[in-house]
């Protein structure tokens, strides 16, 4: 937490560069706020400072109407407690499956939390579906019901006593005149710390553009999406006038809500600390040249890990064209047909990315592979279905690649590119990348691995960040 003095400073001055980091609860009217609210500043004694709207919400406050802490952009987050944080979504709101799935104890959990957030985790996730209910009923026309959903609520009478409890109001009031449209797509704020080049986001995800399954402009990025049962599309464009991304939302089942904006944040990179990033990586020239030039760069995610897997290994030691035309081709023969959910105008996109069930014990025949390349996905698709939970025990990007290397045609290049996009892991680093190499190359003279890796020991714990930097110093010399 910031010192009092910092704080103080900071909310007089409504300094944006705080925004998030703190917030401002103000005793004698019982609400608390971000550094920038545009109400007028209250006397320093009626003012206590907290590190999260969670733990501020926890203490008996309520969110300011002319703020919205809830749309405060997110800090970085330790490894550890983001992965928690998506394991606790995907696993049904459960601490205990969380704690399984990640091989550590409920009390290491609880400890953990209790050092960042000043409180267990039971108490962090309930204060956080809260906001997110908050958020969704002030700022969307998602039906009540679907908001409860949407916020781990299994039901109504459940939802309403505890946003009375909490908030001393009904969901109905803090919704106010705004109509409830249960079957209309919902657009949720998704705000960012600056800078961030969405134009050259959006460039990344075109130039690997499944079309069948996607549909990206220069101004948003569209899919289909399939977890579990639930079914539907996402359509993301950038805010005309904040730090903010428009997510879009249509689906078969809104309980799987606070996941999709978890996986969308991932996706598009959108809580990283770009200044803190470019401290480590400008001390290289080649590097420091190219975040002069786009500040705003990136790191582009994926939606879904066992899709990204399969484009990974589609993509060994061919070009980006290549592998996202044998991508598209496996799509269109072996995935669902998506005519079970209304599209958007001048929008049409016809599947879903196929399940690892419909990919197991296939030929891959007239997709136009090779004899190898088909060995390998068949190895990699029934190692999947036996291993589905290898990514999501937060394992490091070292012990995965021991782990993985160990199947017939996975390298460390597969799965350093998995563990760079297809997980968010800031420090995996696919050294042998022949993109990367020429980045580095000298005179003509093609660095060695090993000097790469000697290398990008000074990057750590950015080296995916450097990755994609010298990716793109490529693209500007072309």
């Known amino acids: 937490m910031l010192s009092v003095e910092v704080c103080e400073s900071a909310r007089l001055s409504r300094d944006a560069r705080f925004d998030g980091r703190f917030f401002t609860a103000v005793i004698t009217t019982?609400?608390?706020?971000?550094?920038?609210?545009?109400?007028?500043?209250?006397?320093?004694?009626?003012?206590?400072?907290?590190?999260?709207?969670?733990?501020?919400?926890?203490?008996?406050?309520r969110p300011c109407k002319r703020c919205f802490p809830q749309l405060a952009p997110n800090?970085?987050?330790?490894r550890k407690i983001k992965q928690i944080t998506q394991a606790y979504y995907e696993n049904n709101y459960s601490l205990q499956k969380c704690a399984k799935q990640l091989d550590i104890s409920d009390r290491q959990i609880r400890r953990l939390?209790?050092?960042?957030?000043?409180?267990?985790?039971?108490?962090?996730?309930?204060?956080?579906?809260?906001l997110l209910a908050h958020k969704l009923l002030v700022s969307t026309s998602l039906s009540i019901t679907n908001v409860a959903l949407a916020a781990g609520f299994n039901s109504i009478r459940r939802f309403n006593e505890v946003i009375m409890q909490s908030y001393q109001t009904t969901p109905s009031d803090i919704r106010g005149k705004k109509t409830s449209l249960s079957e209309q797509p919902v657009t949720i704020l998704l705000p960012y710390k600056a800078p961030f080049d969405w134009p050259l986001m959006l460039s990344f995800f075109h130039s690997r553009k499944i079309s069948n399954i996607e549909d990206i402009s220069t101004k948003h990025y569209f899919r289909t999406l399939e977890l579990d049962d639930c079914r539907g599309w996402i359509k993301v464009t950038h805010h005309q006038d904040k730090s903010?991304?428009?997510?879009?939302?249509?689906?078969?089942?809104?309980?799987?809500?606070h996941q999709i904006i978890t996986r969308v944040r991932r996706m598009f990179d959108l809580d990283a600390d770009m200044h803190l990033i470019h401290q480590q990586l400008v001390k290289q020239p080649k590097l420091a040249s190219v975040i002069e030039q786009f500040p705003g760069l990136r790191l582009p995610g994926c939606w879904d890990i066992f899709e990204f897997s399969i484009r990974a290994i589609l993509g060994q030691q061919i070009s980006v064209k290549g592998a996202t035309i044998l991508a598209q081709r496996i799509v269109e023969k072996y995935?669902?047909?998506?005519?079970?959910?209304?599209?958007?105008?001048?929008?049409?996109?016809t599947k879903y990315f196929p399940k690892v069930a419909a990919l197991i014990n296939l030929d891959y025949?007239?997709?136009?592979?090779?004899?190898?390349?088909?060995a390998t996905l068949q190895t990699w698709v029934g190692y999947f279905e036996s291993h589905d939970s290898i990514f999501a025990k937060g394992l490091t990007i070292e012990a995965l690649e021991a782990e993985l290397t160990k199947l017939k045609g996975i390298g460390p290049w597969t799965v350093n590119y998995i563990g760079m996009r297809g997980l968010s892991d800031p420090d995996a680093f696919p050294s042998a990348d022949l993109g990367i190499i020429k980045a580095l190359t000298a005179d003509e003279i093609k660095p060695k691995n090993k000097d790469i890796l000697a290398l990008a020991e000074s990057w750590r714990p950015w080296r995916a960040y450097a990755a994609i930097y010298l990716w793109q110093s490529l693209a500007t010399q072309s």
Do not use: M, W
Not at 248 to 253: A, G, N, R
Not at 365 to 374: K, P, S, Y
């Open 30 to 61: 019982g609400i608390f706020c971000r550094p920038i609210c545009p109400a007028r500043a209250p006397k320093p004694e009626n003012v206590t400072y907290y590190a999260s709207a969670e733990l501020a919400q926890q203490s008996g406050f």
């Open 75 to 78: 800090l970085p987050l330790p």
């Open 113 to 130: 939390f209790i050092q960042y957030y000043g409180l267990p985790p039971s108490e962090f996730f309930h204060q956080q579906r809260l």
């Open 244 to 257: 903010a991304l428009n997510l879009t939302v249509k689906l078969s089942d809104y309980s799987y809500l």
């Open 335 to 349: 995935g669902d047909n998506a005519l079970d959910i209304e599209q958007p105008d001048n929008i049409k996109v």
């Open 365 to 374: 025949q007239d997709i136009g592979l090779t004899r190898a390349r088909i």
